[in-house]
């Protein structure tokens, strides 16, 4: 008999609702929830096309070690004796740094996968946990912890009563944003000018959002600090900053008001391509707007001043009045007092084997990761990856070799990732579909506050097993005990009291409503009996500043020391980039110097979705160019051009657009999957490149305050490639 369940998709953070119709414990049809509260019919084609997924031919279904002679299938008990013997071995021999983990994008959405890999990595007494959280975002996470003293501080822009929104670096109608639940964004966005207010697209390329909403400026990739720096460089010295407001409730601002005198908007225009005059009136308006947010993405954390750019944001929302205000930017509490949870479950920060990073939300650089990879004293030896294709996903090419040097290589995942298929060991996750969840890492993104708790819908399927079992099954199997707290070791030790006196079994789920018991603002009872989610108290202006800042002194810092110190270094970097930008345009040995930046596609999501049979890719990412650029190479719509950077080299088609600012292309991430097969049978399919071949990597290429890794704006040479050479792939 044919069943619907309501469940929530977990691929973004706009958790949309989804209606699954299952028979038989197969997945039949998924379709957006139309009741569903806060996505309201809404959900893209990676969720309704999830089931590509669910059942691909290619997902990884018992555990398998590798032979010479290819993957070969073995027993759950076998893999952990195995992988536990290896890796207990080693612990033993070398110490705890001799083990890392490494999390990747989907483990945030999982939240068993995520307390318990931490926990694991806490009982094991390593410092090596790194997460795709420092490809991404670092930056936002480090600013957060020195200016509002935790890093999920993070101020939600409140799309849906906002008078003005500046929006730099994403493009929410094909990716939903970040930092923000926003199901069909684009809606919202355009909710704003149909309130009478603007939004502003601030981006090197006038992008699906930007065509279809509101104003945009183009802005030379790299250079978001200067403009932001310059924006608040006009509040105070025309007198619009709120100087009461900011000396109540943060600390620092005499050094912050010395800091921005030199960084005016005539200097900023030089260097962005934005107009003076249109820094100034932006400014002008942020102080005038009833309501207003700055808000950037990864547009502009992965450029090279991430951290600066996401200080001066903070500051221009605080300055005009707009942080913790209605139609500003509101900071969440979300269904469990995560403040006060954190409190109590907070690590110490690790440092990297030198001493040169420093662990930011938890986790060390993933960009380093490589070079901690080797056989001296203190070196990484054994890596497990769960849900992350770090191969693939971190710049330039130095942690493929990397991985080969390593004793254990042990992948949690659904696919033979470009990670995986270097494995020593492949572990079967289950999907979203095949456990229950609650949206513990998102909690925070949200303003209007719903909840949701969703059941497993189907039963796993095969062997596929939830990673909390796997990590909880290991720890012993290493021959550690978890000290007592851990949640590795205690739902096991709450099952060994259970099975003495009843046949039910605990699992985190139990936990979960201990702690929503204690911190919460609902029950999972409540929630249970409610499966599309509950609608919590709506955040209330005014709650956060002088009430929740976690900083020593609760209120802000304005003034950090490491980001005022960066400002050196963005000084610094002036002469060089003056210097790109007089020789800007001018083709020399048949090639033109641009700067590289990444996109993201509908149907495709970060490394894996061109794994989905039910989604049609085309058959190569391209590389888009202004007419232009392509014009003085003599390249014309579909003719392959050479790429090179000082990391490496790719070919592609290009696409010609008036929409890409001169100077730049744009290369989609996610492509060029060709190293991975066999495993990945569709994603090996289509052919294109891996822009992370072009982008440099390794420490020196991090963002030195957060470790963020630098992957926008980065100098690449262009050339078209001759006949012969386009046959060439
Ligand atoms: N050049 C360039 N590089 C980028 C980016 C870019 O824009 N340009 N984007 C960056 C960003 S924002 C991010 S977040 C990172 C992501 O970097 P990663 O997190 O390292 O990579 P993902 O592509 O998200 O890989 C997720 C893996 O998890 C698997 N998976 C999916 N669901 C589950 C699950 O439920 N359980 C388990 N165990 N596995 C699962 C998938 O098959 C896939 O192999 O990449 C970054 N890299
Ligand atoms: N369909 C789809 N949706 C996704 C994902 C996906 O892979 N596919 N990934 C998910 C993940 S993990 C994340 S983190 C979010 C990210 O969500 P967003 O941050 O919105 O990411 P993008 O869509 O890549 O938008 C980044 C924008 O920054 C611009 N940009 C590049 N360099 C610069 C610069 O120097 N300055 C400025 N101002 N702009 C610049 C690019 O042109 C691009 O338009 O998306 C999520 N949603
Ligand atoms: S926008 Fe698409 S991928 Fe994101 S949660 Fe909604 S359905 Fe899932
Ligand atoms: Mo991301």
Redesign the pocket.
């Known amino acids: 008999m044919a069943e619907r369940v309501q469940t929530f998709c977990r691929i973004c953070e706009a958790l949309c609702g989804l209606e699954v119709e299952t028979e038989g414990g197969r997945v039949t049809a998924i379709r957006p929830d139309e009741l569903h509260p806060i996505s309201r019919g809404y959900a893209c084609v990676k969720g309704t096309r999830y089931a590509g997924i669910h059942a691909a031919a290619d997902r990884i279904n018992y555990p398998m070690r590798r032979t010479p002679t290819g993957w070969r299938r073995i027993s759950w008990d076998r893999a952990l004796r195995e992988i536990g013997a290896r890796i207990g071995g080693d612990l033993r021999r070398r110490g705890p740094r001799s083990v890392a983990m ?1 999390l ?4 945030f959405f ?1 939240y068993k ?1 995520m307390l318990f890999a931490q926990d694991f990595m806490a009982a094991l007494g390593s410092p090596n946990l790194f997460a ?1 959280h420092s ?2 975002c670092n930056n936002k996470l480090f600013v957060a912890e020195h200016m509002y003293g935790l890093g999920m501080i993070n101020p939600v822009p409140d799309l849906d009563h906002t008078q003005l929104l500046v929006c730099l670096g994403s493009n929410p109608a094909i990716s939903q944003m970040s930092f923000v639940r926003a199901p069909n964004a684009l809606a919202r966005l355009r909710g704003v000018v149909e309130r009478g207010g603007r939004v502003v697209t601030i981006d090197p390329r006038r992008t699906e959002t930007a065509a279809r909403v509101g104003e945009h400026l183009f802005i030379r990739p790299g250079t978001d600090a200067w403009l932001l720096l310059a924006l608040a460089h006009v509040l105070f010295a025309e007198g619009l900053a709120d100087e009461a407001l900011l000396r109540r409730h943060g600390h620092g601002l005499e050094s912050l008001r010395a800091a921005l005198v030199t960084w005016t908007p005539a200097r900023a225009a030089a260097l962005t391509g934005v107009p003076a005059a249109s820094i100034v009136a932006l400014a002008r308006d942020l102080a005038k707007a009833d309501g207003a947010a700055v808000y950037m993405s ?1 547009g502009v954390n ?1 450029g090279p001043f991430g951290s600066l750019a996401y200080w001066i944001t903070q500051v221009l929302n605080f300055a005009t009045g707009n942080l913790d205000r209605r139609g500003g930017s509101l900071v969440p509490r979300g269904a469990l007092d995560l403040l006060a949870f954190a409190g109590r479950r907070g690590r110490r920060p690790a440092r990297s084997r030198d001493g040169r990073w420093r662990s930011v939300f938890d986790a060390l650089p993933a960009g380093a990761l490589s070079e901690e990879i080797d056989e001296r004293r203190d070196g990484i030896r054994n890596l497990i990856v ?5 191969a ?4 330039g090419g130095q942690l493929r070799p990397a991985l080969e040097r390593l004793d254990t290589l042990v992948c ?4 033979v ?1 470009e ?2 298929s270097r494995a020593h060991y492949l572990l079967p ?4 579909l095949e456990r229950s969840d609650f949206p513990l890492g998102t909690m925070l993104s949200q303003i209007g506050a719903h909840v949701q708790f969703t059941e497993a819908v189907v039963p796993p399927a095969f062997e596929r097993r939830e ?1 909390w079992q796997i990590f909880g099954d290991l720890l012993p199997a290493c021959g550690v005990r978890p000290p007592l707290g851990n949640l590795c070791g205690s739902v096991p030790q709450i099952n060994r009291w259970l099975g003495k006196v009843s046949r039910r079994r605990a699992d985190p789920d139990h936990l979960l409503a201990v702690a929503l018991a204690a911190f919460g603002a609902t029950s999972l009872r409540q929630l249970r009996a409610n499966p599309r989610g509950l609608a919590l108290p709506e955040v209330e202006p005014g709650s956060f500043l002088g009430s929740r800042v976690a900083t020593k002194d609760g209120r802000v810092d304005l003034a950090p020391a490491p980001l005022l110190a960066d400002l050196d270094r963005l000084a610094a970097a002036e002469p060089a980039l003056r210097e790109r930008i007089a020789v800007e345009g001018q083709v020399e040995d048949g090639e033109l110097a641009l700067l590289l930046i ?1 996109r ?1 596609e509908r149907r495709s ?4 979705m061109l ?1 989905n049979s039910q989604l049609q890719h085309p058959p190569s990412n391209v590389a888009l160019l202004h007419p232009g650029d392509a014009a003085s190479l003599g390249l014309c719509e579909g003719q392959r051009a050479e790429l090179r950077s000082e990391s490496g080299t790719a070919r592609l088609p290009v696409s010609l657009s008036e929409d890409v600012r001169r100077g730049v292309v744009v290369v989609p ?2 492509w060029g999957h060709s190293r991975s097969a066999p495993g990945q049978a569709v994603a090996a399919a289509p052919v294109g490149a891996n ?2 071949t072009l ?1 440099p990597g390794g420490s020196s290429h991090l963002e030195p305050v957060s470790g963020q890794a630098i ?1 926008t704006a980065i100098p690449i040479r262009v050339r078209r490639c001759e006949a012969a050479e386009e046959l060439v792939s």
């Not at 769960?386 to 770090?390: E, F, H, T, V, Y």
């Not at 693939?392 to 710049?395: E, L, T, W």
């Not at 999501?605 to 894996?608: C, D, F, I, L, T």
């Open positions: 490494y990747g994008n989907p483990t999982n996968a795709s490809i991404d990864t992965m769960c849900a992350g294709d770090p693939h996903s971190i710049p949690i995942d659904l696919f990732s990670t995986a996750a289950t999907d979203m990673e990444g993201r999501h970060n490394s894996w794994n991430h996610g822009s992370n982008i992957m």
